[in-house]
């Protein structure tokens, strides 16, 4: 009987997907209901009351009834806060991502996808244990895309020269589908990957053959992205302005600066997240630290490539 009310037929594989079926479901059901509701009394009236010949001056005069008309507000007042609250509170889940998340990087170009894993590894397929919290941290090389898993019933946009954010985990194992949900060009409908759902025996396997891979190849040994970010460091010469120690110098030191709320001058302040750090490649101007001048630090725009901007912000986490 539940089932008949289910408007997707799609498997329920993660966190949020029974939530945000159930709002659906609720949202299909009121509307469908609503529209009988109205439609058939309107014909019902349409016909009782019509002009015929035999009577032609029968048009009756209807007043309004105050009672009825604000019965009719409140009760469509109460029905639209419990929608907003009920899609709020879902909402607010899937934009509140818990600290505990593993963390994958996700690059969208046209036309396809590339995940690259804390140890390096990089594949066009997405690997995660199942009950897991995973993060994904997106972004684009070239145009907007959307980064879309039905089965899980997640979607976010992914820009290109800034990072968002998703989070889920996977309660059951299999392979479910990544589309590319926004229109990016000519084979816009061919950017497609799998989230490979393992369990977390298989998972546990999975990455120990990586590491396996990974010493059997030692000359061509991909680097992971703090160890590419620490060289780019040294190399990009940014360690002559900024310490990682702690102490300053021209500009702020990188000690323990990720996640921190940063004074900024004029009195705002900013919290150290991935944007905030790309933005002061790019941009440093866009936010000073309070006590630091900018003109100092040339922007990094052009300079520095999607993937050493996320190599640089990995390896600034990482102190
Ligand atoms: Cu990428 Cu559509």
Known sequence: MIEFFKVFKLPQASNFAAGVDSIYDFIFWLTAIGFFAVVIPMAYYAIKYRRSKSDPKNTPYIEGHTGLEMGVSLGLLVIVMVLFYWGWSEYSRMINIPADATEISVMGQQWS??????????????????GDNIKLIMSSKDVLHSFYVPQFRIKQDVIPNMYTYLWFNANQTGTFDVFCAEFCGTLHSKMLSKVKVLSKEDYE?????????????????????????????????????HTVDGTPRVGPSLNALFGKMEQLEGGTTAKVDENYLRESMMNPSAKIVKGFNTATMPPYQGQLNDEEVNALVAYIKSL
């Open 113 to 130: 996808w590339e995940f690259t894993y804390a140890n390096g590894k990089k594949d066009r397929d997405l690997i995660v244990p199942q």
């Open 205 to 241: 396997k999975w990455n120990a053959e990586q590491e396996t891979a990974h010493k059997t190849e030692a000359a061509t040994q991909q680097k992971n992205p703090v160890e590419i970010g620490k060289e780019l460091f040294t190399s990009k010469n940014c360690m002559a302005c």
